[in-house]
């Protein structure tokens, strides 16, 4: 049984930029959550995908957006990169939208 | 609005030492409960939940925690700590179950 896997682990960005970080479903799971950890803190809830769909989205900006795909992989897309947007990213699947989280073990993303 | 308050931002242990990190959470209707462990530059894995039933519920790796509803807590303990057990612990209430809320988390660290 394969994990969730996320790429890249670590990237660079300058202010302005747009980034696209990507999430591999643990199998069977047709449900992705995306956390953004900021250095220090707990996650906090970007947004939910189910079965290709938006379904839940935390106190975020609409330059924050994703995709599901149909093999219920994910991408996470930033415009417009902040500064205050370096963190770690974390992708977590499950099976349906109340089911056990299953995390990868993120993207550190730096914006310089 | 859910939210989680973990009282403690640090708890040094001496190894075979009981450990508790304390949680509060805040929500007006019925939550579900968890506590995640973070190892050094890994993703989160799942210690235990409530969910209902039993308050007292037992986790993975010798820890378990008492939901106690009247004081609105959800308290985890271990009675003897390790070494590896030194890593960073997350309380988190999920309300709906796609809206996970984490705490600030905790950094659990056993002295030999």
């Known amino acids: 049984e394969t994990g969730v896997t996320q790429s890249p682990t670590h990237l660079i960005k300058t202010r302005g930029q747009q980034v696209t970080l990507r999430c591999s479903s643990q199998s069977g799971h047709n449900t992705v959550s995306w956390y953004q950890q900021a250095l220090g803190q707990g996650p906090q809830f970007i947004f939910q995908?189910?079965?290709?769909?938006?379904?839940g989205r935390g106190n975020f900006p609409p330059r924050f957006s994703g995709l599901q795909f149909p093999n219920y992989s994910s991408e996470l897309n930033v415009n417009a990169l902040e500064l205050d947007d370096s963190a770690l990213y974390l992708c977590?699947?499950?099976?349906?939208?109340?089911?056990?989280?299953?995390f990868g073990e993120g993207s550190r993303l730096t914006v310089l | 609005a859910q939210s989680v308050t973990q009282l403690d931002s640090q708890v040094p242990v001496f190894e075979e030492a009981p450990v508790e990190l304390r949680c509060n959470y805040s929500?007006?209707?019925?939550?579900?409960l968890f506590w995640y462990v973070q190892y050094p530059n890994q993703g989160l894995q799942l210690l235990l939940k409530y969910l209902s039933g039993s308050t007292l519920v037992k986790g993975i790796n010798g820890f378990e925690a008492e939901f106690n509803k009247s004081q609105t807590s959800f308290h985890l303990r271990k009675p003897s700590v390790h070494i590896s057990d030194t890593a960073e612990y997350f309380c988190a209430v999920s309300d709906p179950p796609n809206d996970m809320r984490f705490g600030a988390g905790t950094r659990l660290t056993v002295k030999p």
């Open positions: 929500s007006s209707v019925s939550v579900y």
């Open positions: 977590a699947s499950s099976l349906g939208i109340s089911g056990e989280l299953f």
């Open positions: 995908y189910y079965r290709e769909e938006e379904n």
